[in-house]
């Protein structure tokens, strides 16, 4: 977790920004689609549930009505004078009771059957009746050998069953006594489908219907579906409403309850479906905001980044502030005090490197100073010409060397000089160091004329050329020695160089004798004047290679501030 937060902290200010702004984009965005989807889940299935509601109450409205026909049937038939002449009459023979059977019962239960299909029969069971007639009128024993008539109770209301068989088929059965003593029952069959036809028709694919009486008996289960949606306990409502959108209502006539079911999965599906349909909106919105995002944080941090990118330069040695803001928020008030800081530096870097320049000038004036010119030059000539009257010349060489030598070197206390002088000041240098080192060495010279004429600092070979012979041709076993001396214009700077072939130096040594502090008039003294004098681009170059010699290059620039001396 740590690691990821210091990723986090070492991203740029940008991506940062970006991140925080996908993020709080995004929460909300999430958020509303969870809340939509679970809102959309609740309103589709109330509203499912209310589709179901509204046609199961429209089918068992419809079975209720029919019931109540039926009841309704049932007591008219139970308070007709008609039934009571047959229950009460004593017939003097069976062909008088068969007589009346026919001309009054028949009609009376046979009349309702052509207007109401789903009546298969209406039978009259009593105590009296001796033998059966038809379908209309049985015996009392004969109810009492069914299956059902054990379900039948005293209250002497209808009661509703199911008979069980090849066919089912309704009950309305209602029990009943004549003058106290005659014990008789009417019962109406009904045809099951027909009875429960409406209900049947609301059953399809994902839906299924169950039907319970009082006691949870199944009464009617039905479906159409296929597995995985097929319920595996037709029998249990609280199973069906674990698993299903169940909706129930009860018919209070019959006592039963009705109960119309859909799979939850086929709801789900529908809201997946609708889910998936928002999918590409999501997306569009993701991709909006992503763009947006990375939009607004980059107009954000672009000044931030201008601002970074000119610190960088400026740590690499540009001290010219690019960035400009006139806006007064926090990042214009950083740049504005940004760009202010940059001009003291540059005031305060400007006031150093004339005070190094005037120091320097103060050191080499005051060195000349201690040196009596006058004296020197007539010393060494009246050196020179003890030597010519000894018959000497290697001490007459010496002396005109050393003649030339500091002649060049002090140039009338002036700190610039031309090429053609430095390298006269360099000659004389070498002359006398083969004469101490007896020839040890070869020198080399590759002088482009057209260059002579260029004004540089003085005496800034002969340091790189006491380095050299010190540090590599002295130290080298090497039995062929040579130093190189080479002054040529490319574009627009001159190029002087000292080169050996002596021990060489590693890369390291090689940055180090730039930046060594030496007693004396060393190479970081060339370097320090040459920056000073034209800037941090120009420099001591340093090309170097263990064992196989030294490079030492000086360039500059011939179109700044020094003219050219004709």
Same mark, same amino acid.
């Given at each position: 977790?740590?690691?990821?937060?210091?990723?986090?902290?070492?991203?740029?200010?940008?991506?940062?920004?970006?991140?925080?702004?996908?993020?709080?984009?995004?929460?909300?965005?999430?958020?509303?689609?969870?809340?939509?989807?679970?809102?959309?889940?609740?309103?589709?299935?109330?509203?499912?549930?209310?589709?179901?509601?509204?046609?199961?109450?429209?089918?068992?409205?419809?079975?209720?009505?029919?019931?109540?026909?039926?009841?309704?049937?049932?007591?008219?038939?139970?308070?007709?004078?008609?039934?009571?002449?047959?229950?009460?009459?004593?017939?003097?023979?069976?062909?008088?009771?068969?007589?009346?059977?026919?001309?009054?019962?028949?009609?009376?239960?046979?009349?309702?059957?052509?207007?109401?299909?789903?009546?298969?029969?209406?039978?009259?069971?009593?105590?009296?009746?001796?033998?059966?007639?038809?379908?209309?009128?049985?015996?009392?024993?004969?109810?009492?050998?069914?299956?059902?008539?054990?379900?039948?109770?005293?209250?002497?209301?209808?009661?509703?069953?199911?008979?069980?068989?090849?066919?089912?088929?309704?009950?309305?059965?209602?029990?009943?006594?004549?003058?106290?003593?005659?014990?008789?029952? *009417?019962? !109406?069959?009904?045809?099951?489908? +027909?009875?429960?036809?409406?209900?049947?028709?609301? #059953? =399809? @694919? %994902?839906?299924?219907?169950?039907?319970?009486?009082?006691?949870?008996?199944?009464?009617?289960?039905?479906?159409?579906?296929?597995?995985?949606?097929?319920?595996?306990?037709?029998?249990?409502?609280?199973?069906?409403?674990?698993?299903?959108?169940?909706?129930?209502?009860?018919?209070?006539?019959?006592?039963?309850?009705?109960?119309?079911?859909?799979?939850?999965?086929?709801?789900?599906?529908?809201?997946?479906?609708?889910?998936?349909?928002?999918?590409?909106?999501?997306?569009?919105?993701?991709?909006?905001? *992503?763009? !947006?995002?990375?939009?607004?944080? +980059?107009?954000?941090?672009?000044?931030?980044?201008? #601002? =970074? @990118? %000119?610190?960088?330069?400026?740590?690499?040695?540009?001290?010219?502030?690019?960035?400009?803001?006139?806006?007064?928020?926090?990042?214009?008030?950083?740049?504005?005090?940004?760009?202010?800081?940059?001009?003291?530096?540059?005031?305060?870097?400007?006031?150093?490197?004339?005070?190094?320049?005037?120091?320097?000038?103060?050191?080499?004036?005051?060195?000349?100073?201690?040196?009596?010119?006058?004296?020197?030059?007539?010393?060494?000539?009246?050196?020179?010409?003890?030597?010519?009257?000894?018959?000497?010349?290697?001490?007459?060489?010496?002396?005109?060397?050393?003649?030339?030598?500091?002649?060049?070197?002090?140039?009338?206390?002036?700190?610039?000089?031309?090429?053609?002088?430095?390298?006269?000041?360099?000659?004389?240098?070498?002359?006398?160091?083969?004469?101490?080192?007896?020839?040890?060495?070869?020198?080399?010279?590759?002088?482009?004329?057209?260059?002579?004429?260029?004004?540089?600092?003085?005496?800034?070979?002969?340091?790189?050329?006491?380095?050299?012979?010190?540090?590599?041709?002295?130290?080298?076993?090497?039995?062929?020695?040579?130093?190189?001396?080479?002054?040529?214009?490319?574009?627009?700077?001159?190029?002087?160089?000292?080169?050996?072939?002596?021990?060489?130096?590693?890369?390291?040594?090689?940055?180090?004798?730039?930046?060594?502090?030496?007693?004396?008039?060393?190479?970081?003294?060339?370097?320090?004047?040459?920056?000073?004098?034209?800037?941090?681009?120009?420099?001591?170059?340093?090309?170097?290679?263990?064992?196989?010699?030294?490079?030492?290059?000086?360039?500059?620039?011939?179109?700044?501030?020094?003219?050219?001396?004709?």
């Amino acid at each position: 977790m740590k690691k990821w937060i210091q990723k986090y902290k070492d991203l740029k200010y940008r991506y940062k920004l970006t991140i925080m702004m996908i993020l709080c984009s995004l929460i909300p965005v999430c958020v509303i689609s969870a809340y939509t989807q679970m809102r959309t889940i609740q309103i589709m299935r109330e509203k499912e549930e209310s589709g179901l509601k509204q046609v199961l109450e429209q089918s068992v409205d419809s079975i209720d009505n029919r019931v109540q026909i039926y009841t309704n049937l049932i007591n008219y038939l139970t308070y007709s004078s008609d039934l009571r002449e047959i229950m009460e009459k004593e017939y003097r023979s069976d062909y008088e009771a068969y007589l009346a059977y026919t001309e009054i019962a028949d009609p009376l239960f046979t009349m309702p059957q052509l207007y109401h299909e789903e009546i298969r029969s209406i039978t009259l069971y009593a105590e009296n009746i001796q033998v059966e007639h038809g379908n209309t009128l049985a015996p009392l024993s004969v109810a009492q050998n069914q299956t059902w008539y054990s379900k039948i109770n005293e209250k002497g209301t209808v009661q509703w069953l199911v008979k069980q068989g090849n066919k089912k088929e309704i009950l309305a059965v209602r029990k009943f006594y004549r003058q106290d003593s005659i014990q008789a029952m *009417l019962v !109406l069959t009904l045809d099951y489908n +027909r009875v429960l036809e409406p209900f049947a028709d609301l #059953l =399809t @694919e %994902n839906r299924g219907g169950l039907i319970l009486d009082e006691q949870g008996n199944v009464v009617y289960s039905g479906y159409r579906m296929d597995a995985p949606y097929k319920p595996d306990k037709e029998t249990s409502l609280n199973y069906l409403k674990e698993h299903y959108v169940c909706i129930e209502k009860k018919i209070e006539d019959t006592k039963w309850n009705f109960c119309l079911y859909q799979p939850k999965e086929e709801l789900e599906k529908s809201v997946w479906t609708l889910l998936l349909g928002n999918i590409p909106v999501l997306l569009l919105c993701l991709l909006l905001i *992503l763009l !947006l995002g990375y939009f607004f944080s +980059r107009k954000m941090v672009e000044r931030l980044e201008q #601002l =970074t @990118e %000119n610190m960088n330069q400026i740590n690499l040695g540009l001290r010219k502030v690019t960035v400009v803001s006139q806006s007064k928020d926090e990042i214009g008030v950083l740049v504005r005090t940004f760009t202010r800081m940059m001009d003291e530096i540059n005031k305060l870097i400007s006031q150093v490197y004339e005070a190094k320049i005037k120091l320097q000038k103060t050191e080499m004036k005051a060195l000349q100073a201690q040196i009596n010119p006058h004296f020197l030059y007539n010393s060494l000539s009246i050196i020179n010409w003890k030597a010519l009257e000894a018959d000497n010349e290697e001490i007459s060489r010496i002396t005109l060397a050393l003649s030339t030598y500091y002649r060049t070197s002090l140039n009338k206390g002036e700190t610039m000089t031309i090429a053609a002088n430095e390298i006269r000041n360099i000659d004389a240098y070498l002359q006398i160091q083969l004469i101490m080192h007896d020839n040890s060495f070869q020198v080399i010279k590759e002088i482009q004329e057209d260059a002579l004429s260029y004004s540089v600092p003085k005496l800034i070979l002969q340091p790189l050329v006491e380095n050299a012979i010190e540090h590599g041709l002295d130290v080298s076993e090497k039995e062929e020695k040579w130093l190189k001396i080479s002054v040529c214009k490319e574009k627009d700077a001159l190029i002087m160089a000292v080169e050996d072939n002596g021990m060489g130096m590693s890369e390291e040594q090689a940055k180090s004798i730039i930046t060594y502090r030496s007693k004396g008039y060393g190479v970081r003294n060339v370097n320090d004047r040459i920056t000073l004098l034209y800037g941090e681009e120009y420099h001591l170059r340093v090309k170097s290679r263990q064992g196989e010699g030294c490079r030492i290059e000086i360039a500059i620039p011939v179109n700044k501030e020094e003219k050219r001396y004709e």
